[in-house]
C-alpha cells in the first residue's frame, strides 16, 4: 500500500493479543500486496520484531467490481488458496454479506517461529476518490 503506516494499540502483557480495531487504508495502486509488521513493545529498548505476512488485495478488490446486489447473505464470491507466493494460513473466503463484500484471512507470520494475524476484510467507497 505504497508508503503507508498505521498502528495498533499497544496490548500489554498478553501472549495472544486480540486488537478488534479498524485500519483504514488508501488502495491506490492494487497490485502492490498489503504488508503487515507485528512487534512486542518494548519499554527501555528497540521493539522486537515477531514476524511479518503480506497479502494481495486483488481477489477483494475485484470482487467489489462485481455488481452483486441482491445476492443472499453468506455467498462466497471467491476462495483463495494458500500457496508460495501469499502468507495464508488457510483458504481464504471472500463473500458477499449484510450488502457488502468481505474477506476473512488467516496469516501465516514470517521471518518467526510461529505465529498468526487474523484480518476482516470491509470495503469503504469514498465519494469523489476517483477509486471503485
Known sequence: MGKQKLKTRVKKCNTNPVWNEELTLYVEDPTLPVRLEVYDKDTFSLDDRMGDAEFDIRPFEEAVKMNLEGLPNGIIIRKV??????????????????????????????????????????????????GL
Not at 502468507?87 to 484471512?105: F, N
Open 81 to 130: 488458496v494458500p500457496c508460495r507466493r501469499n502468507c495464508l494460513a488457510e483458504e481464504s473466503h471472500v463473500y458477499w454479506t449484510d450488502g457488502e463484500v468481505v474477506q476473512d484471512l488467516v496469516l501465516r507470520l514470517r521471518n518467526v517461529e510461529c505465529g498468526e494475524v487474523e484480518l476482516q476484510l470491509h470495503w469503504i467507497s469514498i465519494p469523489g476518490s476517483g
